[in-house]
Nanobody
Framework: VQLQASGGGLVQAGGFLKLSCKTS????????MNWYRQAPGNQREFVAG???????NYADSVKGRFTISRDYARNTVYLQMDTLKPQDTAVYYC?????????WGQGTQVTVSS
């Protein structure tokens, strides 16, 4: 299993970014994929998840602003992040517990300036 995250960057508050997580070795029709984030000095926290059938759930802090989706043909999971806030600044990781153990991508930095 390999997870390759990309799409991070520097954006002003109120702006948007779209993260991508390219997967390999994963059956995307059954694997739940998640996005987590970790800000400096904080623990890694759940942001959003999507099941193999497309059901989604979100952390309260991002509901209504972030949208998780997946493209089965491209083996890619996306995180559309709108109305970004400085407190969204973190390294974002894609994750799956496919095959019963956690797999993590390398992380992509998102920085939101005020």
């Amino acid at each position: 299993v390999q997870l390759q995250a990309s799409g991070g960057g520097l954006v002003q508050a109120g702006g948007f970014l779209k993260l991508s997580c390219k997967t390999s070795g994963v059956n995307n029709k059954i694997a739940t994929m998640n996005w987590y984030r970790q800000a400096p000095g904080n623990q890694r926290e759940f942001v959003a998840g999507i099941t193999g059938s497309g059901n989604t759930n979100y952390a309260d802090s991002v509901k209504g602003r972030f949208t998780i989706s997946r493209d089965y043909a491209r083996n890619t999971v996306y995180l559309q992040m709108d109305t970004l806030k400085p407190q969204d600044t973190a390294v974002y990781y894609c994750n799956t517990n496919y095959t019963g153990r956690p797999w993590w991508g390398q992380g992509t930095q998102v920085t939101v300036s005020s």
